[in-house]
């Protein structure tokens, strides 16, 4: 499998990126990492004329701390960037270890955030956390910045709402007071595999009392998916064991997954009852420190 003859152009700042993908439109691809494009442009899927590199962007490479505004993770960070960020293992080691228990080591070297979130794959690692965690996206474009939520950004498998001459340039997890946060990947074999169900809740506690509850799903819908209506059974409820086994058979009861080569659709309901019991338990013991 040979890579087709492409341009490469790597701008020096985000406004010119955005300028090349407005004048090269559709014939032009952003490319971070290149783990998932040059992967599909080698089996044909991909055939863009042009690929628009963000390596020079050095500021979208960031991870920091911004008092009032949360932790902000600019979209070329790569996964092990996140596993060793001294800021995402003190305030929400659950992103780094989400992010660790990706690909192979070679993969997490160049895999990026920003990669992760605009392939949308429905199997992707890192949405499901970002999402329970309440994460919202910094868009730049032409027109100029706008921002959402994360969880709104998905339409469908490899769907986004990123307009084609727009860039993701930063994740921001906001400030969240005694809330602990947990992902539990599946995947059939130890590493390097896709998630069969990807698992991810934050917990915010006030004393033995679940004040509010985030519980995402991924891998079990063409996007990743919010338990809802166990989360509204969970808020103002006390911590118990069998509370957050009554979770879990809620959450599996809301899910809609499929059967498909990595697991039948009843053995991924039974993988999230018991995950979102455990997930629970794990976040709420964070929450109290
Ligand atoms: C062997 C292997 C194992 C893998 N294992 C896992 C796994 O366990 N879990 C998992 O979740 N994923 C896994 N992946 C998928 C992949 O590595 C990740 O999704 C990765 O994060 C993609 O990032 P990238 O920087 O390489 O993206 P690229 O391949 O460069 O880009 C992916 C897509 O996003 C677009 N894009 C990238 N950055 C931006 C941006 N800032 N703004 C706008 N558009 C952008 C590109 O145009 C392209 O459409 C694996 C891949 C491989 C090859």
Redesign the pocket.
């Known amino acids: 499998m040979y890579l087709p003859d492409f341009d490469y152009y790597a701008p020096d700042s985000l406004a010119e990126t955005c300028e090349a993908l407005d004048r090269f439109g559709s014939k032009a ?11 599909k442009m080698k089996s044909g899927l991909l055939t863009p004329e042009i690929l628009i590199s ?1 390596k020079k962007l050095e500021n979208l490479k960031k991870i920091e701390y911004v008092t009032g505004k949360g932790v902000v993770i600019g ?2 960070a790569t ?1 092990n960037d996140l596993v060793n960020s001294p800021i995402l293992n003190d305030k929400y080691l659950s992103v780094s270890e989400a992010a660790h228990h ?3 080591n070679q ?1 997490r070297n ?7 979130l ?2 949308a ?1 429905p ?4 949405p499901p956390i970002l999402i329970a965690l309440g994460a919202t996206i910094k868009l730049v474009g032409t027109n100029g910045e706008r921002m959402m939520l994360l969880e709104d950004l998905f339409t469908g498998p490899m769907k986004t709402l ?1 307009a084609h001459n ?3 340039a930063e994740i921001v997890i906001p400030d969240q007071a005694s809330t602990g946060s947990n992902y539990i990947k599946f995947g059939l074999r130890r590493s ?4 069969v169900v990807g698992l991810a809740v934050a917990v915010t506690v006030n004393g033995e009392t679940i004040t509010e509850a985030k519980i995402t799903i991924g891998a079990a819908a063409p996007t990743p998916i919010r338990a809802r209506e166990t989360e509204n059974f969970l808020r103002g409820k006390i911590i118990s064991d069998d509370l957050l086994a009554e979770a879990g058979v809620m959450a599996s009861g809301e899910s809609k997954p499929i059967s498909d080569i990595r697991g039948s659709a009843e053995y991924r309901r039974d993988l999230i009852r018991v995950f979102t019991k455990r997930a629970l338990r794990k976040a709420i013991n964070e929450g109290h420190i």
């Open positions: 691809m952003v490319l971070a990492g290149g783990t998932d494009v040059i992967a963000l979209a070329r996964h990706m690909a192979s993969i160049i895999g990026t955030v920003g990669g992760n605009c392939s794959v199997s992707a690692d890192l990123i727009e860039i993701l390097g595999a896709l998630a």
